[in-house]
């Protein structure tokens, strides 16, 4: 029975795709309640199916018969569901609706909160929505249609290629290709919802609805993701826009400030806003020094990347996430069988390094923050997630069996966090002076390129191809990267993405914030290289979930087959370690919120900008809001109300009410000031950093 | 319905994959028995003589089939097929208009504004009662009105203002939709906006370059302000678009009530705060390039006034005769018409399309701009010979027509001459009569204040002129009227310059205001010519019942001959379907023509009028050459005009006018001080 329902749902998806295209749209309603009555008619369908299969055998013997047994089955199925349907439409709609859950939204009505500062959200990277303004032939009919996000994909499932085509960014100039132009969705729906029923800012927008929020008060920042940060200027001048959109809330809100809602690397977009606004044209937006004190209240980071993920460096070097690994472990020839000519990994690895925004979100302030090859912050975390009590215990065991690499009375199984890659188990535990000392840039591309000619590809699709199997296994054999010289690799594994995105990104640490050099754009999405605007009165949140494990550092292996076209390296997800220990599949996890460590979230609300540092010259006021994870309890919950994960945090009820208080008027002290689950405040003071 | 085909499919395959699963055959031992008892029993006598139920199921199945072979197949199907089909059947078809200019060369070059008219713009659901629960940013107009069909009433309790204030009612908060999604489509498949967007991207147009300026249309012009700070957005916006396009003024297309809209607009941005926007007094000159207006209701619109009276126009009229039972039923409760009277009566944006100018404008009792005078044929010597011969381009026979006449109580007194009739005055007629059960009607409407004796008297008035149609309406709607005549107003300003016009009221009446100091700006009036338009009604009293509206358009009344102008109670004009030529071409021809104190800075008019030609076949859809209200957004010739007016074309350049109807001689014959 089990295996009938899956195979049923796998052939579900199959139907959505082919029935909800242009302009059937009732289908989709169709099939919404589809899932809901499936329970109900399963025990139903299940008898039917019965005699189904029972009958066509007989389809040789007697043609018309079985024919027409069949239209009866189907007459009957029909009939049936549709009587279901139509009890279903006449009974009332409130009779139906799951009973919603009172969100904080309507307690704080209650306790009379009503919409003051206007709210600007900024969503993050993937979640936006993108609509094609101008295609090749291929996407012929999709004018002003959603590509990305929103709706349904399945303009993506009927045309994949084509889909790929126009999402991908030229390659050298970063912006769109010759006669494509796609562009970010404006306004509310640009992220609401990603896909349908799965809410990206939806709740939060319900939400603040109720206490009084409408069009004129809320906005929603869309913008390219794909791009750097100043080419969505350039090209759209959506930081103009977003500037003159707060101007004007402010005004026709009767001058109250505005309180700003960044997500995801929409932290560090709005980060880059706040620089570029106060920057004199032609950099910047001419606002003036004092822009930001006068027209921002607050600053509410949800899942703020301050830091970068990790995640995006797996992404970039093998395009790949911990599930994408596990899924190619499952089933290895899904997504490499070539017969289809798919190669999924390939075209998804091409589309995703022309995207900048990627380059973005790589690990910033190298070794100081993210561990070199011997120690990191995150040091004797706890891995064991689900039980904490017996971590002492496991910890215990673990010491003994690894007894070989002991370094004196420490806890060594514990991460080597700071490799953010490493080669092979060994590679991610030995000590740094046991490891060979190969500097990739030793190998130059020169003599690359002659061995380039022997096994000749066609065209060129990712810059692997370029790279000969001698300079792609020496890469390997440096066996360990940190952060640091984790650039140094890209750039010589994909120097023109590299060269492409530097110009606009930059990962490192200031020594001296007054360097003229600092005025430069690429800068100013760095927090650790840009100082924060004089605005005394304004507020710094870092709102983000935790408790959950988290990507940090990832075990690499070389990937078997050496065809062309094909991605050298993949995360080695046959390495585990002991019960408790941090490494599972070839990643190992630290505490975070499924995409964001804790380190990159919280260190700058924790150190980077506590008090008067120079990063901080103005003393802004900064709050860290934790929200531990806990999985929704109920199905009716959905994705949980007091979810920590990266996206679903945007449905937790604790940081919503915290956001509302703080838009009706409300103060970070009087919404509690730092509310800390994690060792996030240890951490920071590990880390060396001259304040 | 996928869910059988899944069931289905998933079966099928799964006898094909043939694995035989554990579970499942013991399920099917299980059933093994129940099949045996049935089989057997269909092979004796199923094969012959199904029952009813079975066929009837046999049929259903067979339909379903068929359906989603056919929607397969339909789905599989390259998206270029169609577009073969098309071009096999009709020949090639002509390139759009953006198409066609993008070979031209034309590239994006001034940014362009849209202002949506009545109706057309979405709006949306913010805060409302228990019956909408769950409803929450959800389109409550527009789109596809999806969930709202199923609860008509909460619907309308949401969609109606509040009687009082023109506001929401408390507890309500409906808002207009934003960004150019607004009104690109009314419903699934009805464009707006959407083929003038799209022709625009040709040429290079995309979301940074083209701003929807979306207001809430039900609200009376100044309280999109007040409340949502309509007027400050659009200011700031087109701030925006011309700091963001190096200083390169905007074009500005409104649509219909849009275009009033934005005449308010114009004089707001230049009042100085806190009343209007306070750009200073160059503002538009600085940042409006020029103002292509669409199906321009400047005059306002006779349909309106049947809307107002009775809540009917022509079609629904018809409609109503056809089946008189259907919209008036009291069993089922429904009661159509006065719920949407009701909420119609509600929205003060709808009094900003009442006539305005009066007599002057759309004539008296025996005259009318688009009539020849016979009776009093002195006013001009024109032949009617030629006019007969060559008056291939009128909708019908107009001799003898008193347009001026908007609403006669029967067709007698709408032919009569003026001399013959007696008009009993009806303002002394005390209300109050009341009808004796009226307090049962669960519907409130100011008609069951008045009582026969004042419905008589509205009757025995027998015919009223867009002059005296204010009166009538003051008297059978007092507190909408007043609630309406502090937002707009419909006379001829005899003094500009008095002071009492600074007033907002007075703003989107283009008789009573002036136009900005902006000497390079252009104001273009583009319309559909060629189709009936309603022009004036033939009312009668309603048969009398509890709680009904007492006056109806007298649907049984036709002209006497075939081409007459009268047809079931509606005497038709030409126009575009709504808006008469008078109402739409009036002020570029005449009234702001040149240098006039209604224009004194001699801002260059033209007047472009589309022919109305309809689809040459159904695969045309609403028709590239259609001249009616809506369609004309889908008209090549206009959207032509459009794109080359934005890529930096001037009035001069596009050809200047382009008439087909006789406007200008109709404009001549209005007398109004310029």
């Avoid at chain 2, 078809?93 to 060369?105: A, I, Q």
């Avoid at chain 2, 690109?184 to 701003?211: C, M, P, Q, R």
């Avoid at chain 2, 107009?398 to 067709?411: A, E, H, M, P």
Wanted: proline share 5%.
């Amino acid at each position: 029975m089990a295996s009938v329902l899956r195979f049923r749902k796998l052939c579900y998806v199959e139907s959505a795709v082919k029935c909800t295209s242009v302009g059937y749209e009732s289908f989709e309603i169709d099939e919404k309640l589809d899932k809901k009555e499936e329970d109900v008619l399963s025990a139903n369908n299940f008898a039917l199916e019965i005699n189904k299969k029972r009958k066509q055998p007989k389809r040789q013997p007697k043609e018309w018969r079985c024919l027409d047994s069949c239209c009866w089955i189907i007459g009957y199925l029909c009939t049936t569901w549709w009587l279901l349907l139509f009890f279903y439409h006449c009974l009332p709609v409130t009779l139906l609706r799951v009973p919603e859950l009172p969100g904080p939204g309507v307690r704080l009505k209650r306790e009379g909160l009503t919409a003051l500062h206007p709210v600007v959200l900024v969503p993050g990277i993937v979640t936006g929505g993108l609509e094609l303004w101008e295609g090749r032939p291929c996407a012929d009919g999709l004018f002003r249609k959603r590509l990305w996000g929103g709706g349904s994909f399945t303009q993506i499932f009927k045309r994949p290629l084509c889909l790929l085509e126009h999402l991908s960014l030229h390659y050298e100039t970063g912006l769109d290709p010759q006669g494509i132009r796609v562009r970010a969705v404006p306004g509310l729906v640009g992220a609401d919802y990603f896909a349908p029923g799965y809410f990206v800012w939806a709740v939060l927008i319900e939400n603040l609805a109720k206490i009084g929020y409408e069009g004129k008060n809320l906005h929603m920042a869309a913008y390219d993701w794909r791009l750097s940060f100043q080419n969505t200027e350039i090209r759209d001048h959506a930081l103009t826009r977003l500037k003159s959109k707060i101007e004007l809330m402010y005004i026709s809100n009767g001058y109250k400030k505005v309180v700003a809602v960044p997500h995801s690397m929409g932290v560090i977009y709005f980060l880059h806003f706040l620089k570029w606004v106060e920057t004199p044209p032609p950099m910047g937006g001419g606002g003036g020094p004092g822009w930001c004190a006068k027209h921002i209240k607050a600053v509410m980071n949800i899942g703020p990347a301050f830091l970068g993920v990790p995640k995006a460096v797996s992404n970039l070097f093998s395009a790949e996430g911990k599930d994408v690994s596990y899924i190619r472990a499952m089933a290895p020839g899904v997504f490499d069988s070539e017969i289809l000519g798919l190669q999924t990994f390939e075209r998804v690895m091409r589309m995703a390094r022309t995207w900048d925004s990627i380059v973005s979100l790589l690990p910033k302030g190298g070794e100081v923050i993210w561990g070199n090859m011997d120690r990191s912050p995150e040091e004797g975390h706890v891995c064991d997630f689900s039980k904490k009590s017996h971590s002492k215990t496991s910890l215990t065991t673990n010491n003994v069996n690894n007894s070989d690499v002991k370094r004196g009375f420490l806890v060594k199984d514990l991460a080597n966090y700071g490799r953010i890659i490493s080669f092979g188990k060994p590679a991610s535990v030995l000590h740094s002076s046991k490891l060979p000392t190969a500097d990739s840039k030793e190998y130059s591309r020169t003599s690359t390129s002659e061995n380039f000619n022997n096994f000749s590809c066609g065209e060129a699709w990712t810059e692997y191809d370029e790279m000969s199997r001698q300079s792609i296994q020496n890469v390997a054999a440096d066996k360990a990267y940190t952060t640091t010289t984790l650039l140094d690799l890209l750039r010589f594994v994909a120097p023109k993405m590299m060269r492409r995105a530097e110009a606009h990104f930059s990962h490192g640490i200031a020594e001296n914030l007054d360097d003229p050099k600092y005025n430069h754009y690429k800068y100013w999405s760095n927090p650790l290289e840009t100082k924060l605007s004089d605005a005394p009165d304004m507020e710094i949140y870092c709102m983000y979930g935790v408790g959950i494990p988290t990507e940090r550092s990832y075990v690499y292996k070389l990937s078997p087959n050496s065809r062309c076209k094909s991605i050298p390296y993949q995360i080695d997800n046959s390495v585990h370690g002991e019960d408790g220990s941090c490494l599972k599949g070839g990643v190992y996890f630290a505490d975070g919120d499924e995409s964001v460590p804790v380190l990159s979230a919280g260190f700058m609300c924790a150190k980077g900008w506590r008090g008067r540092t120079r990063f901080n010259p103005s003393g802004i006021a900064t709050y860290i809001r934790e929200y531990r994870h806990k999985p929704p309890t109920s199905l009716m919950e959905g994705r949980g109300i007091e979810s920590g994960s990266h996206v679903d945090i945007m449905g937790n009820f604790a940081l919503i009410e915290d956001i509302m208080r703080v838009a009706a008027g409300a103060t970070g002290d009087e919404i509690g000031g730092d509310q800390i689950h994690s060792d996030i405040i240890k951490m920071s003071e590990r880390i060396n950093l001259g304040l | 319905m996928s869910f059988l085909r899944r069931s289905n499919g998933a079966d099928s395959s799964k006898t094909r994959v043939g694995d035989p699963n554990i579970e499942k055959d013991g399920a099917a031992d299980d059933d093994k028995k129940k099949d045996q008892c049935k089989i057997p029993q269909r092979r004796n006598y199923g094969s012959k003589k199904w029952s009813c139920w079975d066929n009837c199921c046999w049929f259903i199945g067979f339909i379903c089939s068929i359906w989603w072979f056919c929607l397969f197949l339909y789905n599989t199907m390259p998206d270029s097929i169609p577009q073969f089909v098309t071009m096999a059947i009709t020949g090639p078809l002509p390139d759009p208009p953006g198409v066609k200019l993008r070979k031209e060369g034309l590239t994006a070059n001034h940014p362009v504004v849209l202002v949506p008219g009545v109706v057309t713009g979405g709006l949306e659901l913010w805060e409302g009662r228990h019956c909408a629960e769950g409803l929450l940013g959800k389109r409550l107009w527009g789109g596809s009105f999806g969930e709202f069909y199923k609860r008509p009433l909460c619907w309308l309790e949401h969609i109606s203002l509040d009687n009082d204030t023109g506001f929401d009612p408390p507890g309500i908060r409906v808002r207009p939709v934003t960004g150019l999604v607004a009104a690109d489509y009314f419903a699934t498949g009805y464009f707006v906006w959407a083929v003038v967007i799209a022709n625009l991207a040709h040429i290079g147009y995309e979301e940074k370059s083209l701003y929807m300026a979306a207001y809430d249309w039900r609200l009376s012009f100044q309280n999109t302000e007040i409340r949502d700070q309509s007027l400050t957005r659009i200011k700031s916006n087109i701030e925006l678009l011309v700091a963001t396009h190096g200083g390169k003024k905007v074009v500005v297309l409104p649509h219909s009530m849009g275009v009033q809209y934005f005449l308010h607009f114009m004089k707001w941005v230049e009042t100085p705060a806190p009343r209007g926007g306070g750009g200073g007094p160059d503002w538009c000159a600085k940042h409006i390039k020029a103002i292509m207006n669409i199906g321009a209701p400047f005059l306002g619109s006779p349909k309106s006034i049947a809307l107002h009276f009775s809540i009917e126009v022509r079609d629904i009229a018809a409609l109503r005769a056809q089946a008189p039972g259907l919209l008036d039923k009291d069993v089922l409760g429904l009661q159509t018409f006065k719920h949407l009277m009701r909420m119609f009566r509600t929205w003060d944006a709808t009094f900003s399309m009442i006539p305005k100018g009066g007599e002057t404008i759309w004539g008296g009792l025996d005259w009318s701009p688009e009539t020849e005078t016979v009776n009093n044929s002195a006013k001009k010597g024109t032949d009617n010979s030629t006019r007969n011969t060559g008056g291939n381009g009128n909708i019908c026979d107009t001799k003898g027509v008193n347009y001026g006449r908007l609403i006669s109580f029967s067709k007698d007194w709408a032919e009569t001459h003026s001399s013959k009739i007696e008009r009993v005055d009806f303002k002394h007629v005390a209300k109050g009569d009341k009808l004796m059960n009226s307090s049962n009607c669960d519907i409130w409407l100011e008609y069951h204040e008045m009582g026969n004796r004042a419905i008589k008297a509205v009757a025995d008035h027998k015919v009223y002129t867009a002059g005296s149609i204010l009166d009538l309406l003051h008297y059978v709607a007092p507190k909408l009227m007043a609630r309406g005549a502090s937002h707009f107003s419909y006379g001829i300003a005899d003094d500009l310059d008095d002071p009492k016009y600074d007033q907002y009221k007075y703003w989107s009446n283009p008789l009573e205001t002036k136009l900005p100091n902006a000497p390079d700006m252009e104001i273009y009036s583009l319309y559909g010519v060629g189709l009936p338009t309603e022009r004036g009604y033939i009312y009668k009293v309603a048969p009398p019942s509890d709680c009904s509206i007492p006056f109806q358009i007298d649907t049984s009344v036709d002209g006497d001959s075939e081409d007459s102008c009268l047809k079931g109670g509606v005497f038709s004009g030409d126009g575009d379907e709504t808006v008469p030529i008078i109402s739409a071409g009036f002020m570029c021809a005449k009234g702001w023509r040149g240098k006039t104190r209604f224009n004194p800075s001699g801002i260059r008019t033209y007047n472009r009028e589309y022919k109305h030609a309809p689809p040459a076949n159904l695969l045309e859809g609403r028709g590239t050459q259609s001249g009616s209200h809506v369609d004309l957004l889908g008209n090549f010739a206009l959207i032509e005009d459009v794109l080359r007016v934005a890529a930096g074309a001037t009035g001069e350049d596009i050809g200047g006018d382009r008439v087909y109807s006789d406007i200008f001689k109709w404009s001549e014959r209005i007398n109004i001080k310029l």
